[in-house]
């Protein structure tokens, strides 16, 4: 299941600086790293070894320098998704598609790249795309939409046509889309009872 970056900004906005730099990046998610660093930097605090550095040849550098203070609302901004790049494992496509994804529907968004490797030798990288709180629901569920769900798709036909016959049909339609369906009437649930709690 993947972590929720929304809870996650709201635990490490809980803590005290001295809780917080106690907390050892290494053992985190990648997506907690991101909300981790994103609470960092809000902080203006630094773990040691783990700051960020952009590399000449980072695709999103030119944009990054230029927006040295970025959008107002960054300070608050979540972390809608993140993506690792190291060599051979190129992010800029992949982040560069979710951005246009976001941009599509409206929702704004800005890059930040973080340094994963503290003594700077493998030239590994986070690169979140971060966007208002407020927005950070919405942004997750376009992202599944248009840029996850279609690569899950693909996989799901990969996956289907290897079974044999006998396996496909022993599946129940049902039970594959149990949890999806149950995340829906949650969502669905708690936002009309929200609505209700203020009217």
């Given at each position: 299941m993947r972590p929720d970056p929304q809870e996650l900004q709201r635990y490490y906005a809980s803590l005290s600086d001295e809780a917080l730099l106690e907390i050892e990046r290494g053992d985190l998610t990648e997506i907690a790293q991101s909300c981790y660093d994103a609470e960092l930097a809000k902080r203006g605090l630094e773990s040691e070894g783990d700051q960020v550095e952009i590399r000449?040849?980072?695709?999103?550098?030119?944009?990054?320098?230029?927006e040295e203070i970025g959008p107002d609302w960054l300070e608050d901004a979540v972390c809608s998704c993140s993506f690792e790049s190291s060599p051979g494992n190129d992010a800029a496509p992949d982040l560069d598609e979710a951005r246009s994804v976001l941009e599509a529907e409206g929702i704004p968004c800005h890059a930040v790249a973080n340094e994963l490797d503290a003594k700077k030798e493998t030239h590994r990288y986070t690169y979140s795309l971060m966007v208002p709180a407020a927005l950070n629901m919405r942004a997750l569920s376009v992202l599944d939409r248009d840029f996850f769900n279609p690569r899950?798709?693909?996989?799901?036909?990969?996956?289907?046509?290897?079974l044999s016959d006998d396996e496909l049909r022993g599946l129940s339609l049902q039970d594959l889309t149990a949890?999806?369906?149950?995340?829906?009437?949650?969502?669905?649930?708690?936002?009309k009872q929200e609505l209700a709690r203020r009217s």
């Open positions: 000449h040849d980072d695709p999103f550098a030119e944009e990054e320098e230029s899950l798709e693909s996989e799901w036909k990969t996956h289907f046509a290897d949890g999806m369906l149950d995340r829906v009437e949650r969502l669905t649930k708690a936002y």
